[in-house]
């Protein structure tokens, strides 16, 4: 129950609670939490002490609501270390979930200036630029935007990509893949971008961007992704 003389405030205090709630299970994952108002009479206090709570916890990816229908629990983050360099394919398996594609793009292009400096690429060379929707259980995750020379992978089409990138490169081409750097940063996401991830803007995406390398050091790919915030959680393992 509240604490009224705590220091903490009152919208903390309810936010703490409901969260406890959700993670031991009390509302489920996709139900509907009690309406604003049963939680106004409830907690004894304010509406708009209520909305503030529950809307930070929406901010934080706990629940979501939908217009005209209340506010649901969503389901937990997926929670993916940044210390192994795996597939998206793998880390969907590995969690239980099964993953799929879409995609919406792919083409050769004459690369801008950063992409190929990015993949050291000779002047001339070509890349495809492939455009996929990454689910997980029929649930959008992200969209990746991927850069690879066509010169390491010619005759590579569509079909080719409709399971793992990495599998096909590791399976079919017989490469190793050896390492990658990655930055990450976050953003809100862009009015195209959110009808393919089926979110309503505003909302905040995770951006990251990988070069992977092949062993000797070849750069194979450059990755642009967008994630979606309210689904991914990144973690590392930092030693001193
Ligand atoms: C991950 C990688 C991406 C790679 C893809 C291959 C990040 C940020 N990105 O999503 O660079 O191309 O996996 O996945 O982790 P796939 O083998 O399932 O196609």
Do not use: C
């Not at 709570?53 to 993916?80: D, I, M």
């Not at 192994?84 to 995609?103: Q, V, W, Y």
């Not at 935007?145 to 096909?168: K, N």
């Not at 590791?170 to 979110?199: C, F, P, W, Y």
């Amino acid at each position: 129950m509240l604490d009224k003389q705590s220091p903490i405030p009152i919208y903390i205090q309810i936010e703490e609670q409901l969260k406890q709630q959700i993670q031991q299970g009390d509302f489920l994952v996709g139900t509907a939490i009690p309406s604003e108002r049963e939680l106004t009479e409830y907690f004894g206090v304010s509406r708009m002490t209520v909305r503030q709570s529950v809307t930070n916890l929406v901010n934080e990816g706990l629940l979501y609501r939908e217009k005209g229908r209340g506010t649901f629990v969503a389901s937990p983050k997926v929670e993916q270390p940044l210390n192994g360099l795996t597939s998206f394919t793998e880390d969907m398996l590995a969690r239980g979930m099964t993953p799929s594609n879409k995609i919406i793009g792919f083409e050769i292009l004459e690369p801008e200036a950063d992409v190929a400096a990015d993949l050291q690429l000779a002047d001339g060379e070509k890349v495809y630029f492939i455009e996929r929707i990454r689910f997980a259980d029929d649930k959008t995750m992200a969209i990746e935007r991927t850069y690879l020379p066509v010169e390491r992978f010619p005759g590579l089409h569509r079909d080719l990509l409709q399971g793992s990138l990495y599998a096909m490169i590791e399976n079919n081409q017989q490469l190793k893949i050896s390492h990658a750097t990655q930055r990450m940063e976050a953003g809100m996401v862009k009015k195209d971008d959110a009808e393919l991830l089926q979110i309503d803007v505003p909302a905040a995406i995770l951006m990251i961007e990988r070069i992977s390398y092949l062993d000797g050091d070849v750069p194979f790919e450059l990755v642009r992704s967008t994630y979606r915030a309210d689904r991914y959680k990144f973690t590392t393992e930092i030693k001193r």
